[in-house]
């Protein structure tokens, strides 16, 4: 068995496993942004946009 190529494979591994943590929580949080702003957002419309229909026409 080769064993420094064993660790540096699974060195690798590892790194690589933490780069796509990594990676998945800056998406994780950019999302959580985004659904905040969107949130706000909405509550800030008027809340009576839309409750009225004009029938006559």
Do not use: R
């Not at 064993?3 to 998945?24: C, E």
């Amino acid at each position: 068995m080769d064993i420094p190529s064993l660790s540096i494979d699974l060195n690798q591994s590892l790194l690589g496993q933490n780069v796509s943590l990594a990676v998945t929580k800056m998406a994780l949080n950019s999302a959580k942004q985004s659904g905040a702003q969107l949130v706000e957002t909405l509550q800030a419309t008027d809340p009576n946009l839309g409750t009225i229909i004009d029938l006559k026409g």
